[in-house]
């Protein structure tokens, strides 16, 4: 064999152990975003929370224990991937056919997330359906896809509740960060059925490659070779890929009216993404609400009244009741 060749073969072996490496390493990376059973470092963990126990005050814990105090029912339909899957219906004290539905964000669960605002919900006589993800909470799975298939299995819990509850039934989607995408990519769907009569976005992003974008650049970290590389793993993994996260797209369709929410100190999803998405939406009925002092997820908790009064404003417009 000649030395021409053998360098050859040499660099070859190199280069296909550096690809095969740095695969590996995306393998890795999609693994730690969205496989439950690794945890991300605690300081983005809270960044993703928005708020976690003790925090302000104890905000949620004490609506999580007025929740769990209230009493619900829990529920269950099997995904299309053959994942058992749970649902909580927490009734309002009177009869209503209203019922708010609630898709949560990424790394949390039903119950943290609504566990605020479904008080507003109870006390305005609106029922409140909030499942957990796949790979959340208690439904089973191993894997989130930041929207993906939470948008398919959240579709096929409306058909769930419109079977359960009644065939008259009316649903306000409320998401959150990626339950927010999730919500407003349904809105945009052809296949959304005809009794969803209004929706809530807040603090989603406009599509994935542009939020991983936006951090990454805030980190100083050569990104675009590295998004494309884990995105080439999380196709091959989850069978979705980045690009068919885009909820601004979906948001182009929505006609229905829409609340969009965001904190302007947001360090996760960017406040200006709301504004992207509201501009993109062509609804004659919609609205933006931005919380000045809200980080992640805390609009709620910062914003309470005129987060109530901009609700109170575009239910009485759905004419839902």
Known sequence: ???????????????????????????????????RKLKLPDNINRKIAGCDAGHLGGFLENNLKWLEDYGYERHYIVSDSGFK??????????????????????RSYAKKEFSGVAQYYL??????????????????????????????????????????????????????????????????????????????????????????????????????????????????????????????????NVTLPILFIHGEKDNLVPAYMAQELYDACPSENKDILIVEEADHAQSYMYGKDEFEARLDKMIASAKLK
Not at 85 to 106: N, R, V
Request: hydrophobic content about 40%.
């Open 85 to 106: 899957l749970t649902g909580f219906l927490f009734k309002a004290k009177e009869e209503s056919d209203i019922y708010l539905f609630g898709a949560h964000g990424y």
């Open 1 to 35: 064999m000649s030395n021409v060749l053998k360098s050859t073969l040499k660099l070859t072996a190199a280069g296909a152990a550096a690809v095969a490496g740095a695969y590996g390493t995306c393998c890795f990376i999609d693994e730690l975003l969205f496989n």
């Open 123 to 252: 006390a305005k006589g609106i029922n409140v359906f909030i499942p957990d993800h796949v790979a959340s909470g208690e439904s089973e799975g191993t894997r989130c896809t930041f929207s993906y298939h939470e948008v398919r299995d959240c579709l096929k819990w409306l058909g769930y509740m419109t079977e359960t509850f009644g065939t008259d039934i009316k649903i306000i989607l409320h998401g959150v960060s990626m339950g927010s995408a999730t919500v407003m990519t349904m809105g945009g769907r052809e296949d959304l059925p005809d009794n969803v009569k209004m929706i809530v976005a807040d603090c989603g992003f406009t599509t994935a490659k542009a939020l991983f974008d936006s951090k990454l650049t805030a980190m100083g970290i050569p990104h675009k070779t590295l998004v494309e590389c884990v995105d080439v793993a999380h196709k091959r993994i989850q069978g979705c890929s980045f690009d068919e996260l885009c909820p601004i797209e979906y948001i182009r």
